[in-house]
């Protein structure tokens, strides 16, 4: 079976065999197509550039035009008529009609007197009574005598600007101010958007749209602040996600406003880029044809190496497990002489004992019948351990079953008394399912090895205070018994090698992991197979399966 890696490196060495192939066919077609798109794309930047900036410079002219005009007229008004002549509402209201017909640019009049006091107003909102004492456009005009405010909402709840103009009439300053028409301005301004893609706005030093942008926002919204500290016009090339665009900015005189204007290069260049996506076409077309020959080439060359790989793969997989198989049945072998030797001596000594008490008179010794029943315990857990190690030498050599017709529920009924006690200890419950079974013919002593070490797993993985359940069962073709847990569940990453030898979920020092890996063994001996359902967390179930024939 082919791991990721070497899925990955066979990958990597196909690319490796296209690329090098489509490098050295296509560098020269490439190297000549870049050098010509540099040239045109060079020269035609350069003339779009100098007309940029040229439009640029125009606008600017026309934006600083129109607000000079607008505060040579207020400056005209103001000197022309008294504070006590536009003072009176209907007086002011004759002059900005007038005012009006000539230029549809002003939304309305106001006169401020030096206290901050909206003294007189003529336009479409009541905005008479309304003090600017504290507003920084009053304390800027009666400081310099000209003040252009910035677009904003105000009392009036929709984008505009103000142009105020103070005179000084005797001992009294006043302020003559008018309302502009943002839209009207923002036409100005987008007159000189070029194309379906260009864009022309004006921004503060802020960062504050004055007026809308078909791509950063609309009137007010906030974008990054323009870099300032160049002089005249400055045309330079977009960055990031603007990198194909052309953009022109600069300051106007009456007011800290940039104007910038966008083109769109792909859609100036248009004609160029018509020409060269023909050629482009012919270009990936023949790249296509060149990587679908070294495409399927190098496919053929892999797949044969992949096979060559996987059987050289299943070659080291069989002879690392044959080599861990025979090192694991190595130390079973000598574990189980060793422990052998000991269990003899106990066995002899316990017989010893048994010879012993069948001289005694029974009244003639206390508790006679408790050390007759302990003897008889040493004996009987002696022949257990015997036929432990008995399983252990079969682990490391095949060894042929005992068969006998065995009832499965009565032989695992009898190995879950060997554990009661030790479940009762940890106040874990072993709830009993059995279902009447057909007797099979098989080893019980192999079987019950089996069910010993799932019962056991099951016990060590609730721990303590938990719930275990056995259960029996048959489908016609096979019986089974089931070993559930309330325990702690295996890891998803885990479930497939927990039949390994000595892979254990246990923490160091609590396990060999050799117990599923025999029981493993012990079941494929038998003719039958063991499935595990866990999730984390939640408990295990395992289930052997043992044929009925």
């Known amino acids: 079976m082919m791991h990721d890696k070497d899925r990955d490196i066979f990958r990597s060495l196909r690319w490796k065999i296209i690329l090098t192939t489509l490098l050295f066919s296509l560098v020269p077609l490439l190297a000549l197509g870049w050098f010509i798109h540099a040239e045109f794309s060079s020269s035609y930047r350069a003339k779009v550039s100098a007309q940029l900036m040229s439009i640029v410079d125009n606008k600017r002219s026309t934006l600083d035009m129109f607000l000079d005009e607008r505060v040579a007229q207020l400056r005209s008004l103001a000197a022309m008529h008294s504070f006590e002549e536009l003072r009176d509402p209907q007086r002011l209201g004759d002059i900005f009609r007038t005012v009006q ?5 002003y939304i309305d009049l106001g006169v401020i007197d030096e206290e901050g006091d909206h003294v007189s107003y003529a336009g479409p909102y009541r905005l008479e009574g309304f003090n600017y004492r504290h507003e920084l456009w009053f304390q800027r005009v009666m400081l310099k005598g000209l003040y252009i405010s910035d677009v904003f909402l105000g009392f009036r709840h929709f984008p505009h600007f103000i142009i105020a103009v103070a005179r000084r009439e005797g001992n009294r300053t006043w302020i003559l101010r008018a309302t502009i028409d943002s839209e009207i301005f923002s036409q100005l301004v987008r007159t000189v958007q070029v194309g379906q893609k260009g864009d022309a706005y004006l921004i503060n030093e802020e960062g504050v749209l004055q007026t809308p942008s078909r791509f950063a926002g609309q009137v007010l919204d906030m974008t990054e602040p323009p870099r300032r500290g160049f002089p005249g016009v400055l045309v330079e090339q977009g960055k990031g996600k603007d990198a194909s665009r052309l953009v022109g900015r600069t300051w106007l005189r009456r007011i800290n406003w940039m104007l ?3 083109e769109d290069l792909d859609e100036e260049l248009s004609p160029l880029m018509r020409a060269q996506t023909l050629v482009l076409i012919l270009v990936i077309g023949g790249t296509l044809v060149i990587f679908a020959g070294a495409y399927l080439i190098s496919g053929s060359m892999i797949e044969k190496l992949c096979a060559a790989e996987r059987e050289k793969a299943m070659m080291d997989a069989s002879l690392v497990q044959s080599s861990k198989m025979a090192a694991l049945g190595k130390m079973a072998a000598g574990v189980a002489h060793e422990i052998n030797n000991p269990l003899t001596l106990i066995r002899e000594n316990a017989g010893w004992a048994r010879d012993l008490l069948a001289e005694e008179k029974p009244e003639s010794i206390a508790n006679f019948e408790e050390i007759h029943a302990a ?16 399983r252990m030498l079969g682990f490391a050599k095949r060894m042929d079953p005992i068969q006998e017709s065995v009832d499965l529920t009565h032989v695992v009924d009898q190995t879950i008394k060997f554990l009661e006690n030790e479940a009762l200890h940890r106040n874990i419950a072993i709830n009993r399912e059995f279902s009447p079974l057909p007797h099979i013919s098989t080893d019980p002593s192999q079987v019950q090895q089996v069910a010993l070490n799932l019962i056991e797993n099951a016990i060590d993985a609730v721990g303590k205070d938990g719930r275990i359940t056995v259960s029996t069962g048959t489908d016609g073709r ?12 295996i890891p998803p990453d885990k479930l497939d090698k927990i039949f390994d030898p000595f892979f254990s979920t246990k923490s160091p020092g609590e396990g060999t992991g050799l117990g599923l890996s025999i029981s493993w063994s012990i079941v494929e001996k038998l003719g039958g197979r063991i499935e595990v359902e866990s999730s984390e967390g939640e408990g295990s179930t395992f289930s052997v399966h043992l044929p009925v024939a």
């Open 101 to 105: 017909s000539a230029s549809r640019s």
């Open 478 to 489: 096979w019986v089974w018994f089931r070993v559930a847990d309330t325990g702690v569940g």
């Open 260 to 262: 910038a204007i966008s």
């Open 375 to 390: 003897v008889e315990k040493i004996d009987l857990h002696v022949e257990r351990a015997k036929n432990i190690t008995h």
